[in-house]
């Protein structure tokens, strides 16, 4: 059976854990001498640390990102104060009047950072040069504009910043996880040398048995047919890959679950004595050297 490619991280660290287990136990025995459960788990405890580094980078960034949002909506207030402060002097309504302030074709307040940011920056300007309109207890002051701009500019440097210190995180947790990766291939590739093909150790490392063929899918087709008032007839479609198939049974009253009453090899399958007048539930798995597949869909037939 074809090995399962693992690439997700997670998933990854599952594998690892199981391989350390199985090194543990086996690989004397088998004489391994490439990788040992030294290697595998300073590589593996290499990648947890990588992984928790780039997790705490990326809440940081997101506290960033937050922080300038806070700012924003701060700078949003400051611009909206100030607009319903020079209404009394430019109207209600937009005029070209109004773009000393930073408004172009309408009075609209930004909601993204950059624009936002010009914006206060007009009003920065515009109290500057008009001090008499500044009104001290509301905040509505050219210092106060200024504290905005510098807040905002740093926090948006601080986000600049993380961005890039997460792409290296991001970076060096591939690299962590590439070289993971490599020591498991390196193992599959040595224990191919060793280990019989179908050995039961190749499960225990978490891989599937090379010589195994893949599972079976469920058979379809399922049609189960009254053979007299107490024997059923059960036939089905060919599974791809199947060597034999899994008969079940559930008969109410009697089992609390789907039971196995039978392996046959050919696609038909004939169940007799059970009870009469009582609803029985069949389905069939298909099975090779590889596995067992899902059970068939459940057909339900009710004996005379």
Known sequence: MKQVQVRS???MLVLATKI?????????AIGLLHVSKVIFEAATNELLAARDAHESGKVEL???RAALKALVVTGQEFVTGAREVLKRTFGKRYTQAWDIAGFRNSLRVPRTPDKLQAMVQSWKTFLTNNAGLEIAPLNLTAAYAETLLQDMAA??????IQNSTVNTLINVRNVKSEKLQGLVTTLMGELAMKLDPFASEWL???FNKPGAKQTPIAPGGLVVTLVGANAVSVKWDPSVRAEYYRVFIRVNGVHTE???VGTPADLDFTIESLPGNTLVEIAVSAVNNGGESAKS???TVQTA
């Open 258 to 260: 789907l039971t196995s």
């Open 155 to 160: 926090a948006q440097t601080a986000i600049n």
């Open 204 to 206: 225990a490392f978490g």
């Open 20 to 28: 350390m287990g199985a090194l543990t136990q086996f690989a004397a």
């Open 9 to 11: 991280i997670p998933l």
């Open 297 to 299: 869909a459940v057909v």
């Open 62 to 64: 997101a506290a960033r």
